[in-house]
Structure formats: C-alpha cells, structure tokens
C-alpha cells in the first residue's frame, strides 16, 4: 500500500541494488540544516530502496580519505560549482556529492535518489548540474481562512480559520518541494485581504519564522503576497501613495519587523490595480514608482518584490474595435521597462489573456530588455480540467519556453529570458500557481501530481522534455514495470491535446462558465453585459488581432508579427485568437473550420476513451487505491467531455447552420 502522502518520494525497493554495499552509511562534516536534512533524505531513500540499514554521521573534514565505502556530502566554498549546483562523482565504493553551498548538496542528495529511484547505473558517476533559472517559485493562492482560491485538491495546509498551521506535512511538502528544485514558496493568495493582511505583523510572525526555519532546512526561502494598501487597512493612515513619507515610513517599520523574526524572508509578491486589488494608480503612481517604493526598503535586507504584470481592466467595454484586454500587460508595463529597481521582478504569466488551454506567449517576453522577468505560468487546472480531468501541463511549457521571441539578441527564447541568459540579469526564474491541498495525495487527482513534479523539474531545467519528466514521474510514483510506464506516459503526453480537442478550438480560449470556470458555456462571459470572449456570429469566429483588427499582433517583434498577421502564416492553434475566421475556410488539414471543430470535438472523447482503455489495463499493476481514484475521475472526465463535445458542437451547428459532414448526431 503506498503512502500518498508523500508522493514521488514514497521510496520502494528497488531490485538489484542488494549487492551495492557501499551505499549502507552516509557521511557529512559540514554542521548544517540543510546537510542533515540532505543526509537524513538519503538515509531514507537508501533503507527503502535497498532494503538494509542504512546510517549517516558527521565525520572530520579529512577523515573520507580513510573511508572504505559510503556516500560523502561534502561542501566546498572555493569550488567552481554555481551557487545552487552540485558534482556527483564515484571513486571506488565511495560516491561524493559536492556543492559549493549546502543547498547544492541537498539538490544532489536527492539527484542520486532519482537515479536509483529510476533504475540508472550508479557504476559510473561524473554529474555537474546547475539549475538553469535563479528563482524557481510556487505561488500558493492560499486564503487564510483556510480556502484556495482554485484550488481543486482540498483546502489549504498552511492555514486554518486565521491560524498557522505547522505539522508534519509543512516539513513533507517542503521535502517534495527541494527534491526537484522549488526554493521560493508564496504561501498567501495575491488577493489579500481581510485577516491575510495582517500576516506581515507580530500577530503572525513567530509562527511564520518558525515555518520559514522548516523551509530554510531544504533550501526554500519563505515569500508573502502584500496587500498595497495595508497603511490604511492595518497601519490607521488615509492614504498608500507610495510617495508619501507616512506610507514610506510605515512600510520602513513592517519590513524591519518582519526580518527581525526571518532574517532570509524572501520578500513580497504583489497584484496590484488588477481585479478589484489597490496599486499605484489610485494616487496617479506608475507601478514602477510602487514597486521601487517597496523595493528600496526591502533591498538592505536582501528581499526582492516580485511585481505581476497581470494588470488589465476587467469592466472594459469590448465593443469598440481597438479595445483588447489581450493588449494590457504590454500596454502597461512596456513604457516602464528599465524604470524598475534591481531587486524588483516582473511576474508575467505565460500568455497575454489568463490561463487558457491555448494562448501565444506574452508579447511582454522578449519586448522588456532592462528589467528582471519571471515566467509565470499555472500549476492549478483552473481552466485545464480543474483536477477533474487529467491534463498534463508540461508539454505546454516546453512550447512557451522553447519559443523564439527575436527580441535580437542570440539567446532569444523564453528560456533564456527567464534564465537571465539574454540580458545578463540574475533575478528572474519561473513561478508556478500551485496545484495542491490538503488532499491526501496533495493534488485531487493523482496524475496532477505530475504537474507539480514537472513544474519543479523543468524549472530547474528548461532543457528537459515532458516526456522524459513524465517518465521519471511514473518511475518515482508508481513502478518502472514496463506496461505502466508505457500507459501511463501515453495517459498523460496525450491529456492536453485531448483537452483542448474537447473543449475551446484553436486558440479561442474559455466558453466556460463563469465564476468557477468549470464547464462548457459557449457564451459564457466573466464581466457585466460586453460580449463575449469569441465573438462567433452566424458567419464565422474568432477575435481580429491584426492591424485590421484591434493590432495586439504589432506587440511581437518580426517575423513574428507578421507570421500572426496573416491568415496564411498564423500557426493553425491560434487561429481564432489571432483572426475572425468564416467556418467555410479551408483549413491546412482541407476540411472547413466548422467541420474541424465537429471534428476535434468527437476526437477529443475518443481520445479519452483511449485513456481509460489504457488505464484499465493497469489493474493489480499499481496501486489499487490510486487505482480506483483515477478510475473514478477518468469516469466524470469522459462524461463531461461528452457534455464539452455536445453543447460546443450544437452551439456552432446552430450559429452556423451548417451541418456535420459525417452526419453524426449532433445535439
Ligand atoms: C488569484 C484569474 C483567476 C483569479 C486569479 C487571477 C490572478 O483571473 O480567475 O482567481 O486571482 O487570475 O492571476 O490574479
């Protein structure tokens, strides 16, 4: 019986490794939190997966020389190695694992769990690795009362009714967290309010400092979202103008405070003059003269304001034809680029809308060159199936970060931006909107565990491929027999392309309910009586972004503005997000764009048909409790895609009048 709770690091025997004495003991001569709990992780792993004793000690710096076997953690402050990276090595019995800092021996530590987790030879060890991104963040939207804000796994482990909550799934999650990578975690929703406002004072602090030591131990620093107007909420001022000296003055106090408890706090995540949030605009302040504000006290202590750049007008009237929320982030923050402080980050979320099963990547990426990025992208399935449906994301990422923004310089992908390899910046990395709860498998749905895996593993490095992290996923989780791997890898590689077959077409994004955003609802519209987010009339589909259109397309530099200006070039999956296209159009496949998304729809249940084929034949080969809970989702997942399917299909039957050329029934 597997013990969920601790997901992929739930270690299993592993066979052939009964002859491997020289892994039985575990030695370290540097005293440090992070070393220990980098030789406890391996004391761990090596008695499960080998099935024998296994002990670790502190020795005395030299003493290894005279070791006959063992693994040896050992840290060295004059090496080469970056910062947070580490060299895995073998000479005889013994295996080194070297890190200029603890935090790299830790990584390390559970890079040699991996390999025999996943069955790889140890006979022969010469690793070096470096994390390709500084900042490797989870961003919990986490509300103090206990709630997530799309969540979809449980409620939250950090709190309860206006409490810390501290047990041993904060140490748990903070385990599964450094073994691939994550060292920053936001633990509060970036809509602050109410009590949540309150978590920068003394009325939270000591249990948060005592958090943040638990997370210090496996190389994660502790973050907060801020709520920009907590002069006036908490600190009885009238005003939050970040020019004004009573606010500077009591922001000055509250920082201080809090690093007088957490001296390595990482500092704040903000959203700001976006859904309802205060910000900078109120006292007519840009958002670089709000985050510099916060930024300019917080650099003494070493913190960094991360600063979203999901600002956009949501009562805007879509009517008029230039109007396009699409077009805000760059509209927003392009004429502030190089204004912002150096320990100031901009959060961009990987697509210029919000979150959508398909959407082109922020023009924001590659159009800043002078300020610190972040890639922000979403771990919780709001609009990917809300843990109800299987969707792998990964596959996604590899899109947005392998994409070329010819911004000019050679390394021009969004992996290199967010890496800081193209403008030589060191604040940046990703952050990813986190997928779990309380849940006891922590994410709802078992395979959405794969998504916060992944998450951690691509953003330690971008160079992975989705399938190789699903792979080592399935290695870890369930089992390395050959029949598991192979379904479950084709289950999850399949799950995106599925879900976007059954629900919104090539690039359109939504149709959704609104609210929770479960669903379909073709018309489905978040804000007052302005439209929708298609624009379908009896003709045709789709939203005009080109110069004919509301021009979004100008934002990218060439020949990217021009491949989406025009119909003939604009990558088929983004159709409708780019043109208002008539469904007689005649795609690249030959069929009409009416019959494509007939088409897709029909496919896309088919497609989940084949994963319950798939998954079934994985009875007695797992975990029959995971087993049966995946069996039960995928069950809901083929009928709401069968309901996806039927009122899509319909809706456009009906607008367009034109019927299926295969004659299926269509609702
Ligand atoms: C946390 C979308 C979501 C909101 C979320 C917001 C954001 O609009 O629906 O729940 O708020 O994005 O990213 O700030």
Redesign the pocket.
């Known amino acids: 019986m597997m013990n969920w709770g601790k997901a992929w690091l739930n270690y299993k025997k592993i066979d052939g490794m009964e002859e491997t004495k020289l892994l039985d003991e575990i030695y370290y001569y540097w005293e440090d939190p992070i070393i220990v709990n980098a030789a406890a992780e391996l004391e761990t792993a090596l008695t499960k997966m080998q099935e024998i004793s296994v002990t670790s000690r502190r020795i005395e710096k030299g003493e290894e020389a005279k070791l006959p076997s063992g693994v040896i953690l050992q840290v060295e402050e004059s090496s080469s190695l970056d910062k947070e990276g580490y060299r895995i090595t073998r000479e005889e019995n013994k295996i080194f694992i070297e890190g200029k800092e603890p935090t790299g021996v830790l990584y390390g530590a559970f890079h040699l769990i991996r390999l025999i987790g996943c069955g790889e030879s140890i006979e022969r060890l010469a690793i070096e690795e470096a994390p390709s991104n500084p900042n490797r963040m989870l961003n919990h939207?986490d509300n103090i009362d206990g709630s997530i804000?799309?969540g979809y796994a449980g409620k939250s482990i950090f709190f309860d009714k206006e409490n810390i909550l501290l047990n041993d799934r904060t140490r748990d999650y903070a385990r599964l967290c450094a073994s691939v990578g994550i060292n920053g975690v936001v633990i509060n929703?970036?809509?602050v309010r109410g009590a949540a406002t309150r978590l920068i004072t003394k009325e939270y602090l000591p249990q948060l400092k005592k958090m943040a030591d638990i997370f210090h131990g496996y190389g994660i620093k502790l973050f907060l979202s801020l709520n920009f107007a907590a002069p006036m909420e908490i600190g009885g001022l009238t005003l939050a103008d970040p020019l004004d000296s009573q606010v500077i003055t009591w922001w000055k106090g509250a920082f201080k405070e809090i690093y007088e408890y957490i001296p390595d706090f990482g500092g704040f995540l903000v959203?700001a003059d976006?859904?309802g949030r205060p910000g900078p605009f109120t006292y007519h302040r840009t958002h670089a003269e709000g985050a510099n504000m916060l930024a300019e006290i917080i650099k003494p202590y070493g913190g960094i304001i991360v600063w979203?750049c999901?600002v956009y007008n949501c009562k805007q009237d879509w009517r008029d034809r230039l109007t396009d929320r699409a077009k805000a982030g760059y509209d927003n923050f392009m004429p502030l680029d190089g204004k912002f402080n150096d320990n100031v980050i901009l959060q961009i979320?990987n697509g210029p809308m919000?979150?959508q099963v398909r959407e082109p990547v922020s023009p924001l990426l590659g159009g800043l060159r002078h300020t610190n990025q972040i890639l922000e992208v979403q771990v919780t399935q709001?609009y990917t199936g809300q843990q109800r449906h299987v969707c792998y994301l990964i596959p996604m990422w590899e899109e947005v970060l392998k994409f070329k923004t010819y911004c000019g310089e050679k390394a021009d992908t969004v992996a290199d931006i967010v890496s800081g390899r193209t403008f030589y910046q060191t604040n940046c990395g990703m952050a990813g909107?986190a997928n779990i709860g309380n849940d006891e498998n922590w994410t709802g749905h078992d395979l959405a565990a794969a998504n916060w895996y992944g998450f951690g593993r691509i953003s330690w490095d971008t160079t992975l491929t989705a399938e190789e992290i699903a792979k080592e996923w399935i290695l870890m989780t369930f089992s390395d027999d050959e029949r598991v791997i192979e379904n479950i890898t084709g289950i999850l590689m399949n799950s995106w392309p599925a879900y976007e077959k059954y629900t919104s077409p090539l690039g359109i994004g939504w149709m959704v309910n609104p609210g929770h955003?479960y669903g379909p609802n073709v018309d489905g519209y978040e804000y007052d009586r302005w439209g929708t987010y298609h624009r379908a009339d009896c003709k045709g589909i789709g939203v005009e972004r080109g110069q004919a259109g509301t021009g979004y397309t100008l934002q990218y530099h060439e020949p990217n503005a021009s491949m989406y200006e025009k119909i003939e070039t604009c990558p088929e999956e983004l159709l409708l997000f780019f043109h208002y296209i008539s469904y007689t159009h005649k795609l690249k496949s030959g069929k009409t764009l009416i019959q494509h998304i007939y088409d897709t729809h029909f496919e896309g249940v088919e497609d989940v048909e084949e994963m319950i084929k798939k998954w079934k034949a994985l009875e007695g080969s797992i975990d029959s409790d995971a087993f049966e809970r995946v069996t039960l989702r995928l069950k809901e997942q083929l009928s709401n895609s069968k309901d996806w399917r039927d009122i899509v299909n319909s809706y456009f039957y009906r607008k367009s009048g034109i019927a299926d050329g295969k004659n299926r029934t269509i609702y």
Request: avoid cysteine; charge should be neutral; hydrophobic fraction near 30%.
């Open positions: 939207w804000e799309r929703n970036v809509n959203k976006s859904e979203r999901f979320k919000d979150f709001e909107v955003h």
